[in-house]
């Protein structure tokens, strides 16, 4: 779990971060002053929803959803993030109030067999895009598009 803090934010050595039941700590927090980060590995003991709140002193709370487990379909998003364009590429939790004094919250998942896509973001696109111009050089003909 990586947190950016925003710049001139200076509160980030008293960040407190607290499990629910279905997670442990790996590591201490790791607060790194120079780039406004702070770094924490969790597990998951148990398979589900579980929640990884972070709190400051002042009552400044934040919370990041995280699953564990297999699923069937994948609504979790690794990222929570600050502002209407981000907020766009990762619509399924509440994007971070303006006043927050956190930029970005990221849990890293683990990467997932994609069975006969590429592995990985790029892949994955690579092979939408190809698939996407394929159909459209299928479509030319029937469509009566003269190029």
Partial sequence: VKVWFNKGDERFDDLVVKLSDGLEQFTPLNVNVADGT????????EPG????????PDGTREEKTVWAGEAKRRSWQPERVRGAFTAMLWPAEDNLAGDSPFERIFVAYPERDLGWLPGGPFGVLVTFVLASMAFGFAALKPLGVKI
């Avoid at 702070?38 to 998951?44: F, K, S």
Wanted: charged share 20%.
């Fill in 38 to 45: 702070a770094r924490l590995e969790v597990y998951a003991v």
């Fill in 49 to 56: 929803w579980n929640l990884i709140a972070f709190e400051l």
